[in-house]
């Protein structure tokens, strides 16, 4: 179980990158947007489009990888109150009807990509973009997201320890 584990840490790590890449784009894309309207009085007229698909990749691309490092916002009002085994179940309980609501999610969204896929359906802007490929994206960042959260859940049934290395918050949220 300790390679599964880790795979799944590393494949939500892999994602997280790509979702940080993604983050890094749409400030390149906003710079040059500036520029191009300050400077030529003309724009890439795609802004809007690329910077929200950029938006959805990093949010759910991310999920896994947070989950993992366990800086996911958690209300502990019930929760710390109860005995560290119960905690645990609890927890396991939570990440696997979260993988559920993810995989039904994912589900929904093949059906999507599927459809546009066969209508060869594209999206309305000038760049035309053929719309199964951002919701692709976000099928992919759901399922990845849920096998992460499977991955949590039972770590937390077998009491295995997390493959993340614990380093603290730069700046505690605390």
Known sequence: MSRFYAG????????????ACALVYM??????EIVLRSL????TFVLDEFV???VSVCVIWSLGYVLEQGDLI????????LPQRAQDLMTA????VAAALATGLAWMFWIRV??????????????AIPTWIPEGAVMIGLCIFALAAVSHGLRHVTGHSSPAPRTPLATPVE
């Open 114 to 127: 599927a459809r546009a896929w066969s209508r060869g359906t594209v999206s309305s802007s000038m760049a």
């Open 27 to 32: 400030v390149g894309h906003i710079a040059l």
């Open 74 to 81: 958690r209300v502990g009002l019930l929760l710390d109150r």
């Open 8 to 19: 799944v840490y590393g494949l939500s790590r892999l994602a997280a990158v790509i979702a």
């Open 52 to 54: 929200g698909y950029a």
């Open 93 to 96: 309980a939570a990440a696997l």
């Open 40 to 43: 030529f009085a003309t724009s």
